[in-house]
């Protein structure tokens, strides 16, 4: 058996250097997701050359190891430690035709569920403006990060947010746009870990309010998100994969 197949040989051929190389990764590229796509590459090369996949080499691990590399801004550590857990509203890439509409309506449904709240711009350069104290706004950060330390998660659909929200055991509030986001909006309600859907095309700052007071005062979705995230963390479901794969080949 190769070294990949062993946990602990690969752990310790791998952990030593994995926080520079993020790093490094991070400063090169200028993107959380791209040093994590390219780290990921890199790891897919180290397997094949140190003896290819027969070991199940503990990707899924590694790739999770992100979460504990990324280092906050200052500025963030300090809104986060300044109360209660905020609740995190960002839409990706997704913004729609108008922008500045979603902004107002994410703005004005802060201040209708009275929460603190942590607003990411993304790709999709969702706009706000005129923060009041209880808005740290931001351009992206670590999902894995970032996740486990919110109240709620209030998000697009796209199926590697809704992955993180998951895993991160958090309740959610999914407002999809496009292609498989209401998918995964539905399956997330049917799981008990989010309220109905909030379309963007239909969405109100009243109807987003309600949808997170929902989201934060439901103990029994709170545990179902807590349960859900337990469970997505324990699965391996890159080896998984690779087992099926095997079984058609």
């Given at each position: 058996?190769s070294?990949?197949?062993?946990?602990?040989?690969?752990?310790a051929?791998v952990?030593?250097?994995w926080?520079?190389?993020?790093?490094?990764?991070?400063?090169?590229?200028?993107?959380?997701?791209?040093?994590?796509?390219?780290?990921?590459?890199?790891?897919?090369?180290?397997?094949?050359?140190?003896?290819?996949?027969?070991?199940?080499a503990?990707?899924?691990h590694w790739?999770h190891?992100?979460?504990?590399?990324?280092?906050?801004?200052?500025?963030?550590?300090a809104?986060?430690?300044?109360?209660?857990?905020?609740?995190?509203?960002?839409?990706g890439?997704?913004?729609?035709?108008?922008?500045?509409?979603?902004?107002?309506?994410?703005?004005?449904?802060?201040?209708?569920?009275?929460?603190?709240?942590?607003?990411?711009s993304?790709?999709?350069?969702l706009?706000?403006?005129?923060?009041?104290?209880?808005?740290?706004?931001?351009?992206?950060?670590?999902?894995?990060?970032?996740f486990?330390?919110?109240?709620?998660?209030?998000?697009?659909?796209?199926?590697?947010t809704?992955?993180?929200?998951?895993a991160?055991?958090?309740?959610?509030?999914?407002?999809?746009?496009?292609?498989?986001?209401?998918?995964?909006?539905?399956?997330?309600?049917a799981?008990?870990?989010?309220?109905?859907p909030?379309?963007?095309r239909?969405?109100?700052?009243?109807?987003?309010?309600?949808?997170?007071?929902?989201?934060?005062s439901?103990?029994?979705?709170?545990?179902?998100?807590?349960?859900l995230?337990?469970?997505?963390?324990?699965g391996?479901?890159?080896?998984?994969?690779?087992?099926?794969?095997?079984?058609?080949?």
């Amino acid at each position: 058996m190769s070294v990949l197949g062993d946990r602990a040989a690969f752990d310790a051929l791998v952990g030593p250097h994995w926080r520079a190389l993020h790093l490094h990764c991070y400063r090169m590229l200028g993107s959380i997701d791209q040093a994590d796509d390219a780290l990921q590459e890199a790891l897919l090369r180290a397997w094949r050359g140190l003896g290819g996949f027969e070991g199940r080499a503990p990707l899924h691990h590694w790739l999770h190891r992100v979460a504990t590399m990324a280092v906050p801004s200052p500025e963030l550590a300090a809104f986060l430690e300044a109360g209660q857990a905020p609740v995190y509203i960002g839409f990706g890439s997704m913004a729609g035709n108008d922008p500045e509409r979603i902004g107002r309506i994410v703005m004005e449904a802060v201040r209708l569920a009275a929460v603190r709240a942590v607003v990411a711009s993304g790709w999709g350069g969702l706009r706000v403006r005129d923060l009041p104290d209880e808005v740290f706004q931001l351009d992206q950060a670590p999902h894995d990060w970032l996740f486990p330390r919110m109240a709620a998660i209030v998000h697009h659909g796209g199926s590697g947010t809704t992955g993180a929200a998951l895993a991160a055991g958090r309740p959610q509030v999914v407002c999809p746009f496009v292609a498989d986001q209401p998918f995964w909006a539905a399956r997330v309600h049917a799981a008990g870990v989010a309220p109905p859907p909030q379309p963007q095309r239909r969405l109100t700052a009243e109807g987003l309010a309600a949808a997170i007071r929902a989201a934060l005062s439901d103990a029994a979705m709170t545990r179902a998100a807590a349960r859900l995230g337990h469970a997505v963390r324990g699965g391996d479901g890159n080896s998984r994969a690779v087992k099926i794969l095997e079984s058609l080949s």
